[in-house]
């Protein structure tokens, strides 16, 4: 089975500065789908970034980008020029990559959350 | 569009009562999920909903817990005989269709509080 794990139960970042949150997963899996969403106050989770595990390329969304070292089966996320209203609970997921007929669901995998707090 | 929307956002409930939430996904989304968030916990699934095909059960963590989808749009979770443990928040999500490439949109949940 897989897991995702996130080690940084809180982190805090100054305004305009730049924050790395990490996450690791396991698998067995060659083919998956990585993610972070964002959940603020509201509890809506929004999708923040995607990696897909076949690029060896980082996935990069504005002020947000990931490394992703598939070997290491790590997935951090650094957050550049940090604003206040990134404040949130950050989630790291898992989608396997599987047909959903061939048996696989496609659920998200998620870690336990990062709560980060920006502070001005 | 509107996006996916919950009912009630919040619910107080006795233990040993029965609670239905409501989930409506976006409109033309085929494929629609469940996640319950426990307190200091990741949001753990429970079940998934696919156009016309039998939906996965399989994080459904005990009989009390079920869910229909009507109509192939607006699903319910019914949870039987609450007990204190399922106190959380329930999300939905819906997407497209079950592709690898789909993108899961989430509803601001139901928090479910089991006095």
């Known amino acids: 089975a897989q897991t995702v794990t996130q080690s940084q139960p809180e982190m805090s970042v100054q305004e305009a500065e730049t924050v790395t949150l990490s996450c690791t997963y396991d698998t067995s899996e060659s083919d998956y789908y990585l993610f972070w969403y964002k959940q603020p106050p509201s509890r809506q989770m929004i999708l923040v970034i995607r990696q897909e595990a076949y690029k060896q390329q980082n ?6 980008s990931v490394n992703f070292q598939k070997a290491a089966k790590s997935f951090s996320l650094k957050i550049s ?14 989608r396997s ?24 | 569009g509107a ?29 629609l999920y469940w996640y319950r968030q426990s307190l200091g916990q990741g949001l753990e699934f429970l079940i998934y909903f696919q156009g016309n095909s039998a939906p ?21 979770l019914t949870i039987q005989r609450t007990q204190q443990e399922d106190s959380a928040v329930y999300l939905c999500a ?4 079950w592709g690898v490439q ?11 509080l089991v006095l």
């Not at chain 2, 009912?7 to 409501?22: A, F, H, M």
């Not at chain 2, 996965?56 to 319910?76: H, I, M, N, Q, Y």
């Open chain 1, 97 to 120: 990559a599987k047909h959903f007929y061939g048996g696989a669901t496609n659920k998200l995998i998620f870690g336990t959350g990062t709560l980060l707090a920006v502070q001005p």
């Open chain 2, 94 to 97: 819906s997407s497209l269709g």
């Open chain 2, 56 to 76: 996965d059960k399989s994080g459904l963590p005990s009989d009390r817990f079920s869910a229909e989808r009507t109509g192939g749009s607006v699903s319910t």
């Open chain 1, 59 to 64: 996935a990069t969304e504005n002020r947000f």
């Open chain 2, 102 to 112: 789909e993108t899961q949109y989430f509803g601001p949940g139901t928090r479910l």
């Open chain 2, 3 to 31: 996006g996916v929307s919950q009912s009630p956002s919040n619910k107080v409930t006795e233990k040993g009562k029965d609670v239905e939430l409501r989930c409506d996904p976006i409109s033309g989304h085929t494929a």
């Open chain 1, 81 to 94: 020029d940090s604003q206040l209203g990134d404040a949130a609970m950050y989630f790291c997921a898992y």
